[in-house]
Each structure stands twice: as structure tokens, then as C-alpha cells.
């Protein structure tokens, strides 16, 4: 988890130098900040030199993308006002990406540690409800056998490293069971033994088993290539005409 000194000093700017540069960066913002559509969507203000009327379309820790009539220059420097369940985040952020009439694509550029910090509070909970929705249904989930390692700081805050095996797995994540006590809503790191890639999870369930716990581990990205199996969309359903292909 990051601490409160990363949190206030979160400024995630962009270069200025060109437009190669420009686009690197967005490209790397897509690649590292996965954009979720929250549910109920966060209401948008935004103010750049006059009030905008616009609709959160997606939302990440880099940046957003908009619905919109109105139009404005790329690189145009607004401030950003998210507001969800009593809660708000104000940022500042410049357009990256226009779509007339459509939308526009902004890019975080400043924003205080409390602020970060609300926002990374709503995506960790859209992280942890889709893994929760998928575990309750069987087409979601796969019991499998896979030998892991689990790494990060345990409830105490110490840093710990598990080697482990899967009960469950799904698009979204996986149900392991480890010895060392973790805290719901932490983030971990997952590694497969035998493919050596790692993902980034977090806690998203746990429950004591005797002497260890049953956890279950929530990708921060869904539907990443890190099982050997592929599994169906989200909204999938036996109902649809190319359900055979992901079996039944």
C-alpha cells in the first residue's frame, strides 16, 4: 500500500517536450492505470475557464475519459471535481485526447495525498465487488490446483513472502490459502511458480481456516494472461450463441 508521503506527493505530470513524448505517456498511463466504469458513476464538475456539463465515462488512477458536447483544445488545462457517496475528489488535468461532440480523454497532472486517496478508495472497491460478483457464479470460477507465491506486508505491516497453491481461480483473481494474517482491502503480490509472471491483486475476501487463512485475491487488472486457462466475459452467459466455445 503507499504511504501517506506517497499520497501527498502524488503528481503524476506528463511531458511537455513533444509530441512523441505526449503520446508515450498516455500510452504508458493505458498500460499501468486500467480505467474502470464505477457503478453508481461519480458526478463530474469541471471548470476551465467556464463550467463544462459532462459525464464520467471511466475512471483511473492517471486520469478519466468524459462525455461531452463541448470541445477543448488538446492540452488545455481544466480542474476536475469527482463527487461519489458524500465523498469528492478535485484534481487538476489536461486533455490528452479529444472526440468531437463525443468526449474528451484527461490526464491527471496534480492532486493531494487526501484526494488520491479517496480515488484510490473507489477503485479498490470496484476491484473487490467485481471479484466478489464473479466468485457466485460457477462460470466465473475454475477449482484448480497451481502452485503460487504470495508477497507483500502482512497485518502487522512486515513484509512477508508464502509460497502456496490455489483452491479457485477465475478472470478476476484467485482463492489461496496462506498461513500469514492479511487485511482485507491490502494489496499483494501474485506470482505463478511456474510461469514466473506476477500480478498485482489485493485482498478482496478472507476467513480464518484453523491455524491459516483462506484469501481471496482480487486482480487489480481483470481478465490478465496469468492462468493457464481462458475464461468467458464478464456478462457471459449460457443463454448467448457463442457459449460453446467456452465449454459448459
Known amino acids: 500500500m503507499r504511504s501517506q508521503s506517497e499520497l501527498r506527493s502524488y503528481n503524476p505530470q506528463m511531458s511537455d517536450n513533444s509530441k512523441k513524448q505526449d503520446h508515450q505517456s498516455r500510452s504508458s498511463e493505458r498500460r499501468t492505470n486500467p480505467r474502470y466504469r464505477l457503478s453508481p458513476s461519480p458526478e463530474v464538475e469541471i471548470l476551465g475557464g467556464r463550467p463544462v456539463k459532462?459525464?464520467?465515462?471511466?475512471?483511473?488512477?492517471?486520469?478519466?475519459?468524459?462525455?461531452?458536447?463541448?470541445?477543448?483544445?488538446?492540452?488545455?488545462?481544466?480542474?476536475?471535481?469527482?463527487?461519489?457517496?458524500?465523498?469528492?475528489?478535485?484534481?487538476?488535468?489536461?486533455?490528452?485526447?479529444?472526440?468531437?461532440?463525443?468526449?474528451?480523454?484527461?490526464?491527471?497532472?496534480?492532486?493531494?495525498?487526501?484526494?488520491?486517496?479517496?480515488?484510490?478508495?473507489?477503485?479498490?472497491?470496484?476491484?473487490?465487488?467485481?471479484?466478489?460478483?464473479?466468485?457466485?457464479?460457477?462460470?466465473?470460477?475454475?477449482a484448480m490446483d497451481i502452485e503460487v507465491r504470495v508477497s507483500g506486508y502482512n497485518a502487522e505491516g512486515a513484509r512477508f513472502t508464502e509460497d502456496t497453491h490455489t483452491i479457485e481461480i477465475s478472470g478476476f483473481g484467485g482463492l489461496v490459502i496462506i498461513r500469514t494474517p492479511v487485511n482485507r482491502g491490502q494489496r499483494l503480490v501474485l506470482s505463478n511458480l511456474r510461469t514466473k509472471v506476477m500480478v498485482e491483486c489485493m485482498v478482496a475476501y478472507r476467513e480464518a481456516k484453523g491455524a491459516a487463512w483462506q484469501v481471496g485475491l482480487a486482480f487489480?487488472?481483470?481478465?490478465?494472461?496469468?492462468?493457464?486457462?481462458?475464461?468467458?466475459p464478464a456478462d457471459w452467459s449460457p443463454r448467448l450463441s457463442d457459449a460453446t466455445q467456452f465449454g459448459s
Not at 98 to 124: C, N, V
Not at 220 to 232: A, G, K, L, R
Request: with cysteine.
Open 54 to 142: 459532462a459525464r464520467l465515462r471511466d475512471l483511473s488512477r492517471g486520469g478519466c475519459y468524459i462525455e461531452t458536447d463541448c470541445e477543448l483544445p488538446l492540452e488545455t488545462e481544466v480542474t476536475i471535481t469527482l463527487k461519489k457517496s458524500g465523498d469528492h475528489v478535485m484534481a487538476r488535468a489536461r486533455v490528452v485526447r479529444a472526440a468531437p461532440h463525443e468526449g474528451l480523454a484527461l490526464a491527471f497532472t496534480s492532486m493531494k495525498g487526501e484526494d488520491f486517496q479517496i480515488l484510490d478508495q473507489w477503485l479498490s472497491g470496484f476491484v473487490v465487488t467485481s471479484w466478489v460478483v464473479s466468485n457466485r457464479r460457477r462460470t466465473q470460477r475454475v
Open 220 to 232: 487489480t487488472v481483470p481478465s490478465q494472461p496469468f492462468w493457464p486457462i481462458d475464461f468467458p
